[in-house]
Structures are given as structure tokens and as C-alpha cells.
């Protein structure tokens, strides 16, 4: 369901403000994401964080999304949609970041049938990141993370699957004229002069 805001007395439709910010595994995306919620005041929704909770919960899904975690392969899009509805709604703010994701062709048309008319994609933020810089972060990452899949083995699934399946879609956005491309492979705070950049231009 859609925010309704006042205008004029009035309730108007309103649609969710998004940004898409994509990237390989351990390009830094959730580093930047946290930036930019203290200087932009954008609420960070995280796919993989939204999917590791609703495993953790148990029940059906969870065996489902633990496969396609561990194998490095995409869940359904309509769970993922339905969960990333459900954070945007229960925030009760406007504007988004959503991170990894949309991470394939049908993640793509599965968001633009069932977010198009709630939605609207500012930009998408890319994060352009060497693979080997990837999997020593994530490895170096998986010594405190806890995460299932910070480990090599799925690092390497997860890269292909990333170069396979990701890299088209932002090649797509690119095409709308919608991508702001982001060299990853620096120090934290520089990378973050580029981001802010981003956001204001």
C-alpha cells in the first residue's frame, strides 16, 4: 500500500523515493549505506540483512533462503519484494536505499510489477569494486561477521553469480541514464566523497 501524504487539505497517492545501491560481495556497500543514513537521513534496507532475519525467524522460508545463501543463488523475487514492501511500509519514511538489489532480470521485472506504482528509482548508486579486493574484505569480514558466507568457496559463487547475473542489470539502469558509478577499491572516507557527490548532483 502505497503513503498517503496531505496536500492542499487533501490526501494524495505518494510513492516511496528509492535508490538501488549495487555492487559485487565486499565492495563496501553497507559501509557507505550507514554514511549516507547519518548525512542524507535515507532509511538503509539491506535484501541479504531483510533475508538473513526472516531465516533466522524459521518456519517455511527458512530452509529456502539458507540454500540460496549458502549456494550463493537468488531467492524468489516475490519474497524479496514482499519483505522489502513490508520494511518500507512499517518505516514510515520516504526515502530508501536498497541495498543488493535488484541482483538480476527477475529481480528486475518482478520489482517493476509489483513496486512500479509504489516506487520511484532515483538512481542507482554502483560500486565498482576489483574481485580480489572483494574476497580478501569479505574473508577479513567473515572473522567477526558470523555470516555463513563470508568464507571463499561461497565468495567465489557469489562473484560469479554477481558478474552472471547483476552486472546486465546495472549495464540496464546505465542505458536509463539512472547509474552513479562509484570507484570502491579506496579508503573508506574517500569513497564517501564520491558518494556524496552522487547525492548531489
Same mark, same amino acid.
Given at each position: 500500500?502505497?503513503?498517503?501524504?496531505?496536500?492542499?487539505?487533501?490526501?494524495?497517492?505518494?510513492?516511496?523515493?528509492?535508490? #538501488? $545501491?549495487?555492487?559485487?560481495?565486499?565492495?563496501?556497500?553497507?559501509?557507505? =549505506?550507514?554514511?549516507? $543514513?547519518?548525512?542524507?537521513?535515507?532509511?538503509?534496507?539491506?535484501?541479504?540483512?531483510?533475508?538473513?532475519?526472516?531465516?533466522?525467524?524459521?518456519?517455511?522460508?527458512?530452509?529456502?533462503?539458507?540454500?540460496?545463501?549458502?549456494?550463493?543463488?537468488? $531467492?524468489?523475487?516475490?519474497?524479496?519484494?514482499?519483505?522489502?514492501?513490508?520494511?518500507?511500509?512499517?518505516?514510515?519514511?520516504?526515502?530508501?536505499?536498497?541495498?543488493?538489489?535488484?541482483?538480476?532480470?527477475?529481480?528486475?521485472?518482478?520489482?517493476?510489477?509489483?513496486?512500479?506504482?509504489?516506487?520511484?528509482?532515483?538512481?542507482?548508486? #554502483? #560500486?565498482?569494486?576489483?574481485?580480489?579486493? =572483494?574476497?580478501?574484505? =569479505?574473508?577479513?569480514?567473515?572473522?567477526?561477521?558470523?555470516?555463513?558466507?563470508?568464507?571463499?568457496?561461497?565468495?567465489?559463487?557469489?562473484?560469479?553469480?554477481?558478474?552472471?547475473?547483476?552486472?546486465?542489470?546495472?549495464?540496464?539502469?546505465?542505458?536509463?541514464?539512472?547509474?552513479?558509478?562509484?570507484?570502491?577499491?579506496?579508503?573508506?572516507?574517500? $569513497? #564517501?566523497?564520491?558518494?556524496?557527490?552522487?547525492?548531489?548532483?
Amino acid at each position: 500500500m502505497i503513503r498517503r501524504a496531505i496536500s492542499g487539505g487533501k490526501f494524495i497517492m505518494s510513492k516511496f523515493n528509492v535508490v #538501488f $545501491v549495487l555492487g559485487g560481495p565486499g565492495a563496501g556497500k553497507g559501509t557507505q =549505506c550507514e554514511k549516507i $543514513v547519518k548525512e542524507f537521513g535515507y532509511v538503509h534496507l539491506s535484501a541479504g540483512d531483510l533475508l538473513r532475519a526472516e531465516r533466522a525467524k524459521g518456519g517455511k522460508l527458512a530452509d529456502m533462503i539458507e540454500h540460496h545463501i549458502t549456494n550463493g543463488s537468488i $531467492v524468489p523475487v516475490e519474497v524479496t519484494c514482499s519483505l522489502l514492501d513490508k520494511a518500507m511500509e512499517d518505516s514510515g519514511k520516504q526515502d530508501f536505499l536498497i541495498d543488493g538489489f535488484p541482483r538480476n532480470e527477475n529481480n528486475l521485472q518482478g520489482w517493476q510489477k509489483a513496486m512500479d506504482d509504489k516506487t520511484t528509482v532515483k538512481f542507482v548508486l #554502483f #560500486f565498482d569494486c576489483p574481485e580480489e579486493d =572483494c574476497v580478501q574484505r =569479505c574473508l577479513e569480514r567473515g572473522l567477526t561477521s558470523g555470516r555463513t558466507d563470508d568464507n571463499e568457496e561461497s565468495m567465489r559463487k557469489r562473484i560469479v553469480t554477481y558478474t552472471q547475473s547483476t552486472m546486465p542489470i546495472i549495464k540496464y539502469y546505465e542505458s536509463q541514464g539512472l547509474v552513479r558509478q562509484i570507484k570502491a577499491n579506496r579508503p573508506i572516507d574517500e $569513497v #564517501f566523497e564520491q558518494v556524496k557527490q552522487a547525492f548531489s548532483s
